[in-house]
T-cell receptor, first 113, second 115 residues
Framework: AQSVTQLGSHVSVSEGALVLLRCNYS??????LFWYVQYPNQGLQLLLK??????LVKGINGFEAEFKKSETSFHLTKPSAHMSDAAEYFC???????????FGKGTRLHILP | GAGVSQTPSNKVTEKGKYVELRCDPI?????LYWYRQSLGQGPEFLIY????????DSGLPNDRFFAVRPEGSVSTLKIQRTERGDSAVYLC?????????????FGPGTRLTVL
């Protein structure tokens, strides 16, 4: 069965510092992988997705993630954090392009001034 | 263009009552999904429609939950005999499988509170 594990329910970084949000997945088939962001009182927005093309995926707002099959990981990074990045981030996996998405429990990112 | 819309945005009901939650997908999207997000958790899959039929309803928690999509566009999630544990944000998403791109577009959700 598919599953997603996000390490750290809360992560705090200083403004301008590197953002690293960790995600490990399990899937019996080559997966589709996603990162979604949820700002307070707003809906889910897709940051980026991996669909078996390039292993380094660039998304919106300067975020990127690298698919590492050997580590079953899909960690999200951003070189320099902005205050506006404060939000809840969800890693997610799907077995197929028209299949349900399985979400992790989320990581709340706090940006310290 | 218009995104996925959900109505109502908030619904407060009493234990035991019946509720209906509506989802209007993006025009032309054939796939429609319902998820439930409890406080402090990630969204959990409920049901997936491809056109008018439910392709996967494995996430519905019990037979009090039912969803329809009679004309392959708007969908309604129906909850009978609501319980306090049903309180959550119910999310709808739609996607188009055309063109090879794959993304589910999410609506703002309906926050259901069962007193």
């Amino acid at each position: 069965a598919q599953s997603v594990t996000q390490l750290g329910s809360h992560v705090s970084v200083s403004e301008g510092a590197l953002v690293l949000l960790r995600c490990n997945y399990s899937s019996s088939v080559p997966p589709y992988l996603f990162w979604y962001v949820q700002y307070p009182n707003q809906g889910l927005q897709l940051l980026l997705k991996y669909t078996s093309a390039a292993t380094l995926v660039k998304g919106i707002n300067g975020f990127e993630a690298e698919f590492k099959k050997s580590e079953t990981s899909f960690h999200l990074t951003k070189p320099s954090a902005h205050m506006s990045d404060a939000a809840e981030y969800f890693c997610a996996v799907s077995d197929d392009r028209d299949d349900k998405i399985i979400f992790g429990k989320g990581t709340r990112l706090h940006i310290l001034p | 263009g218009a995104g996925v819309s959900q109505t109502p945005s908030n619904k407060v009901t009493e234990k035991g009552k019946y509720v209906e939650l509506r989802c209007d997908p993006i025009s032309g999207h054939t796939a429609l999904y319902w998820y439930r997000q409890s406080l402090g958790q990630g969204p959990e899959f409920l049901i997936y429609f491809q056109g008018t039929g439910a392709a996967d309803d494995s996430g519905l928690p019990n037979d009090r939950f039912f969803a329809v999509r009679p004309e392959g566009s708007v969908s309604t999630l129906k909850i009978q005999r609501t319980e306090r544990g049903d309180s959550a944000v119910y999310l709808c998403a739609s996607s188009s499988l055309a063109g090879g791109a794959y993304e589910q577009f999410f609506g703002p959700g309906t926050r259901l509170t069962v007193l």
